[in-house]
C-alpha cells in the first residue's frame, strides 16, 4: 500500500536532496528527466492496458466526457473560491507588500 | 503544453497498441511497481529543492499568499462535489480523487492507477491535462476580464512549472511568488490528498 508516511518521507527527502544538490544543474537536469521518462512509461502502460480491455475502449466516450465534466466543475469551483479570496484580501487590500 | 501534447499522444499511442493486439498477455502491463511511483515522488521533491524557488518562497511567504491555494483547494472541491450532487453517476469519491490532481496529471493518474484501478486513473489523466491545457489557452482573457489571480487559481499545481511562464506574464509579475507557492503547496498536496480520498468508500 502507498502510504501517506512515505510519501511524506520521500517528499521532503527529495527536497532537501535537492536543496544539497543546488548548483549542481547537471544532476539536477538528470533527475528531471529520469522523472519525466517514468512518466512516459507508467503512462504508456496505462494506455497498453486500456487499451487491452475491450470494454474500456467501448465506453472511451464516456471516460473523457466524465474527465470533462469532473475538469470543468473543478475549474469552475476554484475560479469561484478564489475570487472570493482576491476581493477580501487583494483587490482592496491594497499593494503587494 | 508541449509536454502535456507529447504526455496524451503517448497515451494514445499505448491505447492503439492495447486496442491491435500485438502484445502478448504475457507483458506485464498496468500494475508498475509501487518503488517506481515512490522513486517519481522523491524526484519531484528533489525538483522543488533543487529548483531554489522553494527558498525564494519562503522568504516573501505571509498570510495572504496562503489562501491562494486553500481556495483552489476548497473551491476544486466544492465544484465537483456540486457535480456529483448534480449527476449521481459520477461518484463523488472518484471526482474528488480525479480533481484532487490539480492539474498535475502525471502523478495523480499513477497514484490513482496504483490504488484503485485503469478506468479512473484515464479519467484523471484527462481532466487535469485538460484543466492544464484550458489553463495555458484562457490565461490572458481570464486575468483581464475576470481578475488577476485567476490564471493562478485555474492552474493550480501547474503554476510552480509548466503554465508558470504564462500566468505570471499575464497576471502579473508581483504576483509571481504567489503563483509559484500556490504550485508548490498544491503540488505537495497531490500525493497526500489522492491516497486520502481513495481511502475512503473502501475498494469498488
Known amino acids: ?97 | 503544453m508541449k509536454i502535456s501534447l507529447t504526455i496524451l499522444a503517448v497515451f494514445a499511442v499505448g491505447v492503439a497498441v492495447g486496442w491491435s493486439g500485438l502484445v502478448p498477455d504475457a507483458v506485464p502491463k498496468a500494475e508498475p511497481a509501487l518503488a517506481a511511483l515512490y522513486v517519481l515522488v522523491f524526484l519531484v521533491g528533489v525538483g522543488i529543492g533543487g529548483s531554489g524557488k522553494a527558498a525564494e518562497v519562503l522568504r516573501t511567504i505571509n498570510f495572504r499568499m496562503v489562501l491562494v491555494p486553500l481556495s483552489v483547494m476548497a473551491g476544486t472541491f466544492l465544484g465537483v462535489a456540486a457535480l456529483a450532487l448534480a449527476a449521481p453517476s459520477i461518484g463523488l469519491r472518484d471526482s474528488l480523487a480525479a480533481a484532487a490532481g490539480f492539474g498535475y496529471y502525471s502523478l495523480s493518474s499513477v497514484i490513482i492507477m496504483n490504488l484503485d484501478g485503469e478506468r479512473l486513473a484515464a479519467v484523471a489523466l484527462l481532466a487535469n491535462i485538460f484543466r492544464e491545457v484550458v489553463t495555458l489557452v484562457t490565461a490572458p482573457v481570464l486575468a483581464a476580464r475576470l481578475f488577476r489571480l485567476a490564471p493562478v487559481s485555474l492552474g493550480g499545481a501547474t503554476t510552480m512549472d509548466t503554465t508558470l511562464p504564462i500566468v505570471t506574464r499575464f497576471a502579473g509579475k508581483e504576483y509571481a511568488m504567489i503563483c509559484v507557492f500556490s504550485g508548490i503547496v498544491l503540488t505537495l498536496s497531490v500525493p497526500l490528498l489522492v491516497p486520502l480520498i481513495l481511502s475512503f468508500g473502501g475498494v469498488r
Open chain 1, 1 to 97: 500500500m502507498l502510504n501517506a508516511a512515505a510519501i511524506v518521507v520521500l517528499i521532503l527527502g527529495g527536497i532537501a536532496a535537492g536543496v544539497g544538490l543546488r548548483g549542481r544543474e547537471k544532476v539536477i537536469r538528470a533527475a528531471d528527466r529520469i522523472a519525466l521518462g517514468a512518466v512516459f512509461v507508467l503512462l504508456f502502460l496505462l494506455g497498453l492496458d486500456l487499451g487491452s480491455r475491450p470494454e474500456v475502449i467501448r465506453s472511451i466516450g464516456k471516460v473523457g466526457l466524465e474527465a470533462g465534466m469532473i475538469s470543468t466543475a473543478a475549474m469552475l469551483g476554484s475560479l469561484a473560491a478564489t475570487s472570493v479570496v482576491w476581493a477580501l484580501w487583494f483587490r482592496r487590500g491594497g499593494h503587494e507588500d
